[in-house]
């Protein structure tokens, strides 16, 4: 949501700064470390993978920064 998110007491503004990307292997949930772009974060599936054979589905991820802010 680029709105934010509203609470009781404070609300979640986006904040400034890049998204950061991590893979995440959908058999045993491990993450690789964050990264800078999805490229960068997915190459850690490759050495997940080497590690663990069967461990061949992944997720991309992508976090967006947020701010809390109080409402009072
Ligand atoms: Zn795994």
Same mark, same amino acid.
């Given at each position: 949501? @680029?709105?934010? !998110? /509203? =609470?009781?007491?404070?609300?979640?503004?986006? &904040? /400034?700064?890049?998204?950061? =990307? /991590? &893979?995440?292997?959908? %058999?045993?949930? *491990?993450?690789?470390?964050?990264? %800078?772009?999805?490229? &960068? &974060?997915?190459?850690?599936?490759?050495?997940?993978?080497?590690?663990?054979?069967?461990?061949?589905? =992944?997720?991309?991820?992508? @976090?967006?920064? !947020?701010?809390? *802010?109080?409402?009072?």
């Amino acid at each position: 949501m @680029s709105g934010g !998110y /509203r =609470f009781a007491r404070l609300v979640l503004v986006r &904040a /400034r700064g890049p998204l950061v =990307f /991590r &893979a995440q292997c959908e %058999v045993c949930a *491990e993450m690789g470390p964050q990264a %800078v772009t999805g490229d &960068a &974060a997915m190459m850690w599936a490759v050495l997940h993978l080497d590690d663990h054979p069967g461990h061949d589905r =992944f997720r991309e991820l992508s @976090s967006t920064p !947020y701010r809390a *802010e109080s409402r009072s």
